[in-house]
């Protein structure tokens, strides 16, 4: 056993993956700053996979030796029975928002963390790893449930066949989800691998550098267990609130006959984004922030079995329009990105939808405000209701804790990118051809 | 409870035809949406009211579960504005919401469907007057005739409540009304449903004169604990365990309700009840029906109330004697309760000195049926106990062949399946391993299955549960008239032994114990002893 390295160490003098990977391996370990320790973080250079085992094997019987009070229940602390989670950190800007955001779970912490640090091109020892175990109260506080973090730098060779690494890391008969923060590597066998040995891949759309190819490989990808994506999860409230509209029954027949969608949503800010990632900051800018609003708007199309008809704007500037063929009517779709300060670039600011009735038109209107949201309808020739709902902007923890808990596949979601794939492709076409 | 999303076929049988499902539901977090719908709280200056339904309406509003047209009308007595009863709805949340500090503008736009209305329960004219608000209500916030009454009063007034429900033309749903106007009514009450047979038949007579019986809502805050949910999941959604769920593998079952606390300030009300009509009665005897039912045809409200009503026929209603020998009543004496001394319940405020009612109450009660015939069923209440625990717990037959008892090596203690209610819900199985090392040494140990450990997810309040579910018309968390009745038919005998004198002695424990001696030898009687949860 070794003591913790690194802190303070001078990069003068290593090579630029050198450099990258001690940036990394600093920002990762604040996890052994965790006050709630169950025991000593331990890390090893240049050490083996079953040095690893046999260490976190030891960790709870070395947490159970303390003389704690042991009931019918168990100890007062015990590992969480949830899930592994493997997550890969490829540059330092993702380690500090991989570590903020698993501290950020709490006590929706995965029962185990295997955070990836791959460095293929590097020589020197293949293996480094620490290990670092910690616990939340629950409930009424007199107990704790307690979760491991394993950070594995892996070098060369084996780096390229990490899928081998980790299987015997794994806590048996727990799923495996499979968090891939940043723009996944589409075409890289290490992705394959590693989504291969997942119950479910994590990402977000909204980091994609070419949205149109991620989700055309999303479309594609036939997982056991499906897809979470992050952008689909922060539209969570959107997709609430505008399915309340139609819930109530004499509303609802103004669905088949909406004929307009206007979606606005967040861009940088022309004076300068004041939401670019500070050093610290664990949320940097997304770098496809049209992500959200063309989910937004192709699930609404899916479900309602809305057909491309015809490019009105291609894509230009973040905006675009398009026509749609509706049950009933053409719908006009229009995509809007707005520069402001104001919410996280990508985020959504409004949506308007409006619909032919029979006593008029009918709007059915969604502004956020700050973390709320201010809702009107104006149908059936009443007037215009105005209400507030929560609206909150998710923590990429609370994102990630949420894709926790559900486990199948998202048919709803898996058609939405579906038809984002189409739409995009229709604006992208467009604005190439002309 | 009901799994689907949007409701497309009538779920609860009063008779209002569902809609087309909305196609955006689909697949969203809030997968069961009630129809719009006015909430008339009768009562709604009480303790319920601030205790558990404002927070529990906030929580579901602030989840997303509640319509935008959902309106709130508190019905009572006493002299309030709109903007007090806001206020004392508001207060609830800030002191009992598990979703605090509260959100200023959520909550403002919630209180702009919050109406206060002031009448005498007994006034034909003051229910006259709240029908002509809910059908305002109705115009202006679009809440379709779909009306939700909840009585949080006590049991004496529910007659002249749901008599002047009836007069004023509030109950019928759909069709059944007088404008055969489109919607619905319901009417959500609280236990005790009756004091024992007679006076819950009446009650049930009373409440089916004016509703039907798919129209009436008897809430049991216990089946909407997602534990006593999931015990039917256990059961029927594993392979692995209803096979074993009978007399051939099950040596006996003990269900435990117990409360760390006295009276709390509810000393007149308790001195009439008891543990037997305020625990056994409805929250334990719906955990013995809830675990020892068979499997439903489908998991609707009609099937699974059909199944625990069989539950409930089949167990052995006791003659005099019979109670003497399987029922132990006790009641507290001063006694340290987690570090704290408490007084005798008799020293306790608005008991009478010579109080002979119990705070405890253990039974030993058969099931006469294929599954359990001769299988024991011990179940155990009561107020000022060692420890607070609500649950299940089942002790599996020994192996036939007592293979490692040989000279010198303890018997192995049987195994024992155990599923939590409350605190620190989950699931536990014992068995008995071989303890590491030469010689063959057998110890039991744990297997332990807790919702905190395994579900990253708080779990709602269970009046949230059931508000929710009372709106989407999905019945089947709780109780039904028959049910009821025959739960009071099972503990009548009960009653009137102890009335006669002749159901054995109060027995008296000391506060902090497991209660008292007798109940210990009711079960060792039979080789057996109670658990210490």
Redesign the interface.
């Known amino acids: 056993m070794t003591a913790q390295p690194h802190e303070g160490e001078q990069p003068s003098g290593y090579s630029a993956d050198a450099e990258r990977e001690l940036a990394v391996h600093r920002r990762l370990m604040r996890f052994g700053d965790q006050e709630s320790r169950v025991a000593p973080v331990w890390s090893e250079k240049g050490t083996t996979v079953a040095a690893v085992e046999d260490h976190l094997a030891s960790l709870w019987t070395l947490a159970g030796d303390d003389g704690a009070r042991v009931t ?3 100890l007062p602390h ?5 899930l592994n989670l493997i997550v890969t950190v490829p540059d330092e800007p993702l380690a500090v928002r991989v570590v903020s955001t698993l501290l950020g ?1 709490g ?3 995965p029962s185990r963390a295997i955070v990836l640090v791959a460095n293929p091109d590097r020589d020197g020892p293949w293996l480094d790893a620490s290990v670092s175990a910690h616990c939340h109260a ?3 506080a007199d ?1 704790q ?1 307690c979760y491991e973090e394993v950070i594995l730098t892996v070098r060369g060779e084996p780096a390229e066949h990490l899928d081998g690494i980790v299987a015997s890391l794994l806590i048996h008969d727990l799923p495996t989800l499979v968090w891939w923060p940043g723009d996944p590597p589409f075409a890289d066998a290490i992705f394959d691998q590693l989504v291969e040995m997942g119950d479910r891949l994590i990402l977000d759309s909204s980091d994609f550098g070419d949205l149109l190819l991620g989700f055309r490989r999303l479309s594609t990808l036939r997982r056991r267990s499906g897809i979470a994506d992050l952008a689909w999860k922060r539209l ?2 959107w ?6 509209f ?5 509303f ?1 027949r103004y ?1 088949p006959n909406l004929n307009r969608v206007i979606i606005r949503y967040a861009l940088p800010s022309s004076k300068g984004n004041q939401k670019a990632p500070a050093k610290d900051d664990p949320m940097p800018g997304v770098s496809s922030p049209l992500a959200q609003a063309i989910l937004y708007a192709s699930w ?1 199309a899916n ?2 079995e809305w057909k491309r008809h015809s490019t009105v704007r291609p894509l230009e500037a973040g905006s675009l329009a398009l026509s749609l063929e509706g049950r009933y009517a053409m719908v006009e779709l229009r995509i809007e990105g707005v520069p402001t300060d104001t919410v996280l670039d990508g985020e959504l600011l409004s949506v308007r939808l409006r619909a032919r009735g029979e006593t008029g038109a009918a709007e059915f209107i969604i502004d956020r405000d700050g973390e ?1 949201a201010v ?1 009107a309808s104006n149908a059936d020739g ?1 007037t215009a ?1 105005l ?4 609206m909150e902007l998710p923590s990429e923890s609370e994102l990630l ?1 949420s894709t ?2 559900a486990g199948q596949h ?4 898996e058609g939405a990118v579906r038809a984002a794939g189409v739409f995009l492709a229709a604006a992208r076409a467009s604005e190439e051809a002309g | 409870m009901t799994t689907t999303s949007q409701p497309t076929a009538d779920l609860s049988g009063d008779g209002v035809a569902k809609t087309i499902a909305n196609p955006l539901r689909e697949g969203l977090r809030a997968g069961r949406m009630p129809e719009p719908c006015t909430m008339v709280i009768c009562g709604a200056t009480g303790d319920l009211t601030e205790r558990k339904l404002g927070p529990a309406l906030y929580n579901l509003l602030l989840g997303g579960f509640l319509p935008p047209e959902f309106t709130v009308v508190g019905f009572a007595r006493r002299e309030m504005t709109d903007d007090q009863f806001r206020d004392h709805l508001r207060q609830g949340v800030d002191r009992y919401s598990r979703n605090r500090p509260i959100k200023e503008s959520i909550w403002d736009s919630f209180a702009q469907g919050i109406v206060y209305h002031r009448g005498d329960f007994d006034d034909a004219k003051a229910w006259e007057s709240l029908r002509s608000a809910l059908d305002r209500i109705d115009r202006d916030r679009g809440t379709a005739g779909n009306r939700l009454f909840y009585l949080a009063v006590p049991p004496t007034l529910y007659p002249e409540i749901v008599r002047q429900l009836g007069d004023a033309g509030l109950a019928p749903s759909g069709e059944d009304r007088p404008d055969q106007r489109k919607g619905w009514s319901r009417v959500i009450v609280e236990k005790p449903f009756g004091f024992d047979l007679t006076s819950a038949r009446r009650l049930n007579q009373e409440l089916r004169h004016v509703f039907a019986e798919e129209q009436i809502y008897r809430i049991d805050h216990y089946l909407g604990k997602e534990t006593v949910q999931n015990l039917a999941v256990f059961r029927f959604g594993n392979g692995l365990f209803e096979p074993i769920w009978n007399r051939r593998y099950i040596d006996s079952v003990q269900i435990t309700v117990a409360e760390t606390v006295g009276v709390e300030g509810r000393g007149e009300f308790y001195d009439q009840t008891g543990a037997l009509r305020d625990i056994i009665q409805n929250h334990a005897l719906q955990l013995l029906a809830m675990f020892a039912m068979e499997p439903p045809v489908e998991f609707r409200a009609q099937d699974l109330r059909d199944e625990k009503l069989k539950v409930l026929r089949a167990v052995h209603e006791m003659s005099t004697d019979d109670v003497a020998a399987n029922v132990v009543r006790g009641q507290y004496v001063s006694g340290w309760v987690e570090g704290v001394k408490m007084p005798s319940y008799r020293d306790e405020p608005e008991i009478a000195p010579d109080s002979d009612t119990e705070t405890y109450v253990a039974l030993r009660l058969e099931i006469g049926s294929w599954r359990w015939a001769g299988v024991p069923f011990y179940v155990r209440t009561g107020k000022a106990l060692s420890t607070r625990a609500t649950e299940v717990a089942v002790q599996f037959k020994s192996p036939p062949l007592a293979l490692f008892n040989r000279a010198g090596v303890p018997q192995i203690e049987p195994n024992i399946l155990a599923i939590r209610i409350q605190p620190d819900e989950g699931i536990l199985i014992r068995f008995g391993a071989k303890v590491p090392g030469q010689g063959m040494q057998i110890r039991s140990v744990n297997m332990d299955f807790r919702y905190g450990f395994s579900f990253a997810v708080d779990s709602p309040d269970a009046y949230e549960t059931l508000l929710l579910d009372a709106m989407v018309g999905d019945a089947s968390l709780f109780t039904r008239d028959d049910e009821v009745e025959r739960a009071w038919a099972i503990l009548d005998p009960v009653l009137k032994a102890w009335e006669a004198g002749a159901g054995g002695p109060v027995h008296f424990y000391g506060a902090g114990s497991w209660g008292p001696p007798a109940a210990d030898e009711l079960l060792a009687r039979d080789g057996r002893s109670w658990r210490k949860p």
Do not use: C, N
């Open positions: 019918e229940k168990g015990a590992r969480a029975s949830v779970l006590y929706r912490h629950i409930h009424d107990e449930v969570g409230w997709q609430e609130l505008t399915a309340q139609f819930d109530a029954p004499r609802r669905l609404i479900r309602l709320e809702i009443m209701q209400r507030r709902a929560r804790a926790m808990v998202d048919a709803v979601y």
